[in-house]
């Protein structure tokens, strides 16, 4: 055994209340394809509603919502679209500003038509250069216009009129000089310009000139060109080629920070307000961070440039501290802010065990003297209770262990290891095989996958594929328990606990519930009050003697202990994932999930869990179910394929502000309408010849945009939400006229919920041969024209009649033709031909009730074709509707006639099959897949080749609710799909 003693000095931990440094933003470039093609990004900024601008030189304006981004501009005949963005300015009534390198001033007044400024040097109330380098709006609500020929400005009060300083005046310090950029502080409007900095008064009357001084003997060129300038902080900074340089009132005079020796000089480009007293600085070789307090820069791995190689030429902090860096010819990248509520334990140690630390962590424990254990991979390890004092212990070399499932003590103090080959009890620092409790039970020694102890010693141990030993040492008696276990296959309990009163819970992989109570000699299996439709659970967790806890791959469940009843927790109240392998209290007995895509917390306040990611300093998010551990001083550990990580979550520190849906998307017909909706109008009028609606929506969070989730439900249509899921836009054809509502609901990538659903007015307007007053009208005249008939035919009444008789045969016949032409259309989806919803559910109601006079079985299969959404955009949504129309006929042509097929929605189908079973529905399914592979979509002479993911079910007939069976096929269909799609999946509601 080798075993290593050392002492070791824990390093400090990281404050949140101290100001963030760049060292806590992690830097990557958005996935957009539009924005990674741009080439260089001159301006960023955020509007009132959330949304990303950029300004840059490849596709001129972009907003962004985190999702994807649209050029703004409507490309024309000028090529507006193309416009070299230097600076754009919203104002608060909605008109645009745009500054443009190579076309000049542009204007854009909401709702009207766009003015381009002329272009006149020798003018007073034109531009004086084509080149606009940079606006700014000061607080007398003017707008100043920055060009490489001078200064000018527009009173937006009159917004087509532009005025340009020192004018005709060679002496003045702003004749025809480049501006590079403008800020406002007291004293004045500030302008960089190429021959240094100038102060203006507001009143326009008096100026003063900055020479920005030369403090190295090299000669830098263009060294008194200020290339920005901000204020922030109370303070005016300005960079050039020389650095960085802040305004003293003391001398008048602008003065350089001070730099380290090692610290080249920063060629600046950019300045913008950082976290705290911080300040960005970005230059032609990168990032920097100065701390106006402390009046020093900041490091981060040992280094003062965070982002080397990158021109810096813009910077932007959005509202929720997401740092934003446009740049020359790398388009953009976006920090995000890492929390640091979670910290690598081995960042505390030295480097040589802190490596062997960094592995798959499979068991944590703080035993009662406040020492804490660790196995990872093929280690044991200890640590002290002072938390200085660690020894190693190599398990797999010395003891032929691979895994340890369990660390935990006896009443005695004891520390005992459940393992892959059997239970250990540490005795010096060593391990110690016992094999009493499979002898005394009669079993080979194997595998220990869950172990727990109670206050009298008596141990419980999990054995795979064979249930439970209660072993009981101070009596030398042990017996095998829940042998029901053993009828299963891969059966085997996943986690054991106690109550406060000494209660029992165990639950199985397979197996459900069970329970033992102190009085109790035999395990009971629980029996819950409604159908949870999961049969296994990864974990059980009491909470005083109201609740039981219960984690499984469906979610997480909350157990009534009186009456067990249940209430599910799900994506949709901000759990990151479906798969549930751990829950615990923390020390502030805050309740913890632990899932496959992080750990979440519940937020009592908000009733809903935030969820952790990689972001908050997790190295990954592979939560292990036995790996927690939360000791007496509150020290919490959570272990990762990458290691154990301390927890240090401050909840009244974090930013649990509920995100902005909003619309981001409009397309009616292909036609692109989105710079026409105006945000919180909420009306969609559609005329009654639309084909194709298309809606986009998206959270305007960008801390994880791409974990962002969102629902929809159309009223009108149905009230079936739709599952949780990061496609953010919707898709109807052809929705009979009438009035919807569509809802959006959504949560960003922490679990925090919308204040409420985004609410959009559809309006499908009816034909004007169904107005109400017209048919109203028709029939008035067609009655006082009968009774004008009938006095003038008199005499020939009887025949008259008998003609009208006719008449009246042949118009109900009509009638009778036009009702069920009307009733056809209503049941069958216009595109495909198949049954839509509305048909779908009636024809389904009618097969469950003939099947259960006959007794036969009905197997219902939920379609979706994989991918179509990447068709859609790759090919268009001709193409994508020519895919349905396949996809409809290959179904109509494999159905029987006492089967119903219809179309669910969008790209989904669904098929109910009569006296089929599920093995047959599964092989019906399979030859479909088949079919796609050898007959794909013709499509312009090209083949369009797709697949599908089938969710199939078949329940007892006495369950008559459409949903029932739908939410059963819909788990099926999700399995599927996290199967790697074109998968036929079966769910398993019998086992």
């Known amino acids: 055994m080798l075993i290593l003693g050392f002492r070791l000095i824990l390093l400090a931990l990281i404050v949140l209340s101290l100001p963030v440094k760049a060292s806590d933003y992690l830097f990557k470039a958005p996935t957009d394809p539009l924005i990674a093609r741009q080439s260089s990004v001159y301006h960023i900024s955020q509007d009132k509603d959330g949304f ?44 645009l500003w745009l500054a443009s390198w190579r076309d000049g001033l542009r204007y854009y007044p909401k709702n009207k038509t766009a003015y381009a400024f002329p272009i006149d040097v020798s003018s007073r109330n034109a531009l004086a250069s084509q080149r606009v380098q940079t606006l700014f709006k000061d607080s007398k609500n003017r707008l100043w216009v920055g060009t490489i020929e001078g200064l000018h400005y527009i009173d937006l009060a009159s917004p087509y009129t532009i005025q340009r300083i020192a004018f005709a005046m060679p002496q003045h310090p702003l004749y025809q000089q480049r501006i590079w950029g403008i800020t406002e502080s007291p004293e004045g409007l500030w302008v960089a310009t190429s021959q240094g900095i100038v102060l203006l008064d507001l009143a326009l009357q008096t100026t003063q000139h900055f020479n920005l001084p030369t403090v190295t003997d090299t000669d830098i060129a263009r060294a008194n060109e200020a290339r920005t300038i901000e204020y922030i902080h109370e303070a005016v900074w300005a960079g050039s080629a020389n650095g960085v340089f802040s305004y003293q009132q003391l001398c008048n005079c602008f003065v350089q920070l001070h730099q380290p020796a090692e610290l080249a000089y920063p060629r600046v480009n950019a300045l913008h307000q950082g976290i705290g007293a911080t300040l960005w600085v970005g230059a032609a070789n990168g990032l920097y961070q100065f701390d106006t307090a402390k009046q020093n820069w900041l490091k981060t791995d040992e280094q003062y440039n965070f982002l080397p190689d990158v021109d810096v030429r813009s910077i932007f902090l959005d509202k929720d501290q997401q740092l934003w860096l446009g740049s020359r010819e790398q388009s953009v990248f976006v920090g995000h802010q890492q929390y640091q509520s979670f910290q690598l334990l081995s960042r505390q140690l030295p480097q040589d065990i802190g490596s062997d630390i960094n592995g798959l962590t499979t068991a944590i424990y703080h035993d009662k003297t406040g020492a804490l254990w660790l196995a990872i991979q093929d280690k044991l390890f200890y640590r002290g209770p002072d938390k200085v004092y660690w020894q190693t212990m190599e398990i797999r070399q010395q003891f032929g262990i691979r895994k340890v499932y369990r660390i935990t003590e006896d009443p005695n103090g004891q520390i005992w290891l459940g393992t892959d080959i059997g239970l250990f009890r540490v005795a010096d620092f060593t391990l110690i095989a016992v094999t009493a409790p499979f002898e005394l039970a009669k079993l080979r020694v194997g595998a220990v996958t869950e172990f727990a102890i109670s206050a009298a010693g008596d141990f419980y141990l999990g054995l795979w594929q064979h249930g439970l030993i209660f072993w009981q040492p101070a009596l030398v008696k042990a017996k095998l328990e829940l042998t029901e276990l053993s009828k299963t296959s891969g059966d085997q309990i996943y986690h054991l606990s106690q109550d406060a009163t000494g209660n029992f819970f165990a639950v199985s992989r397979y197996s459900g519930l069970f329970s033992k109570s102190t009085t109790d000699k035999q395990w009971a299996p629980v029996s819950l009050a409604k159908q949870t439709l999961v049969d296994g659970y990864n974990c059980v967790l009491p909470e005083n003697d109201k609740f039981l806890w219960l984690c499984s791959e469906f979610g997480l469940w909350r157990v009534d202990r009186k009456s067990y009843d249940l209430k599910q927790y799900t994506i949709q109240d901000g759990l990151p994932s479906m798969f549930i392998s751990a829950a615990f209290f923390d020390h502030e007995q805050r309740f913890w999930v632990l899932t496959n895509q992080g750990p979440a917390r519940f937020d009592a306040s908000l009733q809903r869990f935030i ?9 990954d998010l592979s939560m292990q179910r036995n790996s927690y551990s939360v000791g007496s001083d509150g020290e919490t550990l959570l272990g990762t394929p990458n290691g154990a990580v301390l927890m240090h979550v401050v909840p009244e520190q974090e930013n649990l502000q509920a995100p902005r849906l909003v619309l981001a998307k409009l397309l009616i017909n292909g036609v692109d309408h989105t710079r026409e909706y105006e945000q919180g109008s909420g009306v969609i009028e559609l005329p009654y010849s639309y084909r194709e609606l298309i809606v986009g929506y998206a959270i305007l969070d ?14 009108g249509l149905s009230n079936r939400w739709s599952p949780h899921d990061t496609n953010h836009e919707v898709r109807y054809v052809n929705l009979p006229p009438g009035q919807y509502t569509l809802e959006v609901e959504g949560q ?5 919920g919308t204040d409420g659903p985004l609410r959009l007015q559809i309006v499908v307007k009816a034909p004007w041969w169904t107005a109400t007053w017209l048919w109203l009208g028709f029939i008035v005249v067609l009655f006082f024209a009968a009774v004008a008939f009938m006095q003038l035919q008199q005499r020939h009444l009887n025949k008259r009649n008998q003609k009208l008789q006719q008449l009246v045969a042949a118009r109900t016949s009509e009638l009778e033709a036009l009702t069920v032409k009307l009733k056809q259309r209503a049941e069958h989806d216009p595109l495909t031909g198949l049954l839509n919803r509305a048909g779908f559910t009636e024809r389904f109601k009618q097969l469950l ?17 994989d991918h179509f959404k990447k068709l859609n955009d790759q090919y268009g949504h001709d193409a994508g509707d020519k895919v349905l129309l396949h996809f409809a006929n290959l179904l109509r042509s494999r159905v029987r006639a006492s089967d119903s097929a219809g179309r669910w929605g969008g790209e989904e189908f ?26 794909p979509c013709l499509y312009h002479q090209s083949s369009l080749n797709y697949t599908a993911t089938f969710g199939v079910v078949s329940l007892p007939l006495t369950i008559d609710s459409l949903d029932a069976w739908i939410k059963l096929a819909d788990l099926a269909l999700y399995q599927g799909k996290a199967l790697g799609r074109a998968q036929v999946v079966i769910h398993n509601n019998n086992a």
């Open 849 to 865: 009730q003939i099947s259960s006079r006959q007794n036969q079985v009905v197997t219902l299969v939920l379609i979706d074709l």
């Open 910 to 935: 669904i098929i109910a099959l009569g006296n089929c079973r599920a093995e047959g529905a599964k092989l019906f399914c399979e030859e479909l897949l088949d079919s796609l592979q050898q007959t």
């Open 702 to 715: 960008y801390r994880n945009p791409e974990m962002n989730t969102t629902r929809t439900r159309l009223l």
């Open 748 to 752: 960003n990538a922490r679990g925090i």
């Open 611 to 619: 969820s952790y990611s990689l972001l908050d300093g997790l190295p």
């Open 52 to 95: 990303i601008w950029f300004g840059s030189d490849t596709d001129g304006l972009l907003r962004y919502d985190g999702n994807q981004s649209i050029n703004w501009l409507n490309p024309n005949a000028s090529g507006a679209a193309r416009l070299n963005i230097n600076t754009a300015i919203f104002t608060d009534s909605g008109d």
